[in-house]
């Protein structure tokens, strides 16, 4: 069944215009519309999803006005501040809770993907059940991963080989550089300078090899033992 909308015409109007006031609509059409998208998030999860992006202001007054914009960042600072690990949030891979699989090398865009997938994937709405405890735990993994200061302490936490070879003896020289070569790769993740200088090999010109030494010499780590003092304080 056709519908028709009447739209309002002035009353100075040509008759003919004023006949075209009165428009056919034509019958409405059922569309199939894809569930997913930042857009499709806000609207069909308003009160549930804190926005990565900060864009939002809990205090419900638009984040575009300057009050809204102060609050919005005191609001996150005290986020921040307020993201505590226990040892239990140590015993969790929260990467791979959010599926992202460069784990440690995840940018902060990937992470924020991940967990708007993660969202919707997990949100009790789409449980057959109703259940939100995974839910709960995907909202807990962006807490610690989203919050760079709470990030750096879980890193810090996650298993890491600490062990350093001994002196030897060596069978050869290529013998050492294999023993040792590893130690560096793995040590130079917690560097706060970035591409720290590798060991090399024989080849290695003895002015590279004397500025590898004085940049490790001088090694400066972003790595918190916070949490690891807190654990042996606890036991």
């Given at each position: 069944m056709a519908l028709t909308l009447q739209l309002p015409a002035f009353d100075d109007l040509p008759q003919s215009i004023a006949e075209a006031s009165f428009v056919p609509l034509a019958a409405p059409v059922r569309r199939s519309i894809a569930a997913f998208g930042g857009a499709y998030v806000a609207h069909a999860f308003p009160a549930d999803l804190p926005d990565p992006s900060g864009q939002s202001s809990s205090s419900g007054k638009p984040s575009g006005s300057p009050s809204g914009r102060s609050e919005q960042r005191r609001d996150m600072g005290d986020r921040k501040k307020n993201v505590k690990l226990d040892e239990a949030d140590?015993?969790?891979?929260?990467?791979?809770?959010?599926?992202?699989?460069?784990a440690e090398g995840s940018t902060d865009?990937?992470?924020?993907?991940?967990y708007r997938r993660?969202?919707?994937?997990?949100h009790p709405d789409k449980q057959p059940d109703g259940s939100d405890v995974e839910f709960k735990r995907v909202q807990r993994a962006f807490e610690i991963l989203g919050n760079p200061e709470a990030r750096r302490s879980y890193d810090s936490s996650r298993p890491f080989d600490d062990s350093i070879p001994g002196e030897g003896p060596f069978k050869d020289d290529s013998d050492f550089y294999s023993t040792f070569a590893p130690v560096f790769a793995r040590n130079s993740k917690w560097s706060a300078e970035p591409n720290m200088p590798q060991i090399g090999d024989n080849d290695t010109p003895?002015?590279?090899?004397?500025r590898m030494y004085d940049q490790w010499l001088a090694f400066r780590t972003w790595r918190d033992f916070s949490n690891e003092v807190e654990l042996q304080e606890i036991d």
């Amino acid at each position: 069944m056709a519908l028709t909308l009447q739209l309002p015409a002035f009353d100075d109007l040509p008759q003919s215009i004023a006949e075209a006031s009165f428009v056919p609509l034509a019958a409405p059409v059922r569309r199939s519309i894809a569930a997913f998208g930042g857009a499709y998030v806000a609207h069909a999860f308003p009160a549930d999803l804190p926005d990565p992006s900060g864009q939002s202001s809990s205090s419900g007054k638009p984040s575009g006005s300057p009050s809204g914009r102060s609050e919005q960042r005191r609001d996150m600072g005290d986020r921040k501040k307020n993201v505590k690990l226990d040892e239990a949030d140590l015993e969790v891979d929260w990467y791979a809770l959010l599926k992202l699989p460069d784990a440690e090398g995840s940018t902060d865009d990937q992470i924020k993907s991940a967990y708007r997938r993660r969202c919707l994937d997990t949100h009790p709405d789409k449980q057959p059940d109703g259940s939100d405890v995974e839910f709960k735990r995907v909202q807990r993994a962006f807490e610690i991963l989203g919050n760079p200061e709470a990030r750096r302490s879980y890193d810090s936490s996650r298993p890491f080989d600490d062990s350093i070879p001994g002196e030897g003896p060596f069978k050869d020289d290529s013998d050492f550089y294999s023993t040792f070569a590893p130690v560096f790769a793995r040590n130079s993740k917690w560097s706060a300078e970035p591409n720290m200088p590798q060991i090399g090999d024989n080849d290695t010109p003895l002015d590279d090899v004397r500025r590898m030494y004085d940049q490790w010499l001088a090694f400066r780590t972003w790595r918190d033992f916070s949490n690891e003092v807190e654990l042996q304080e606890i036991d």
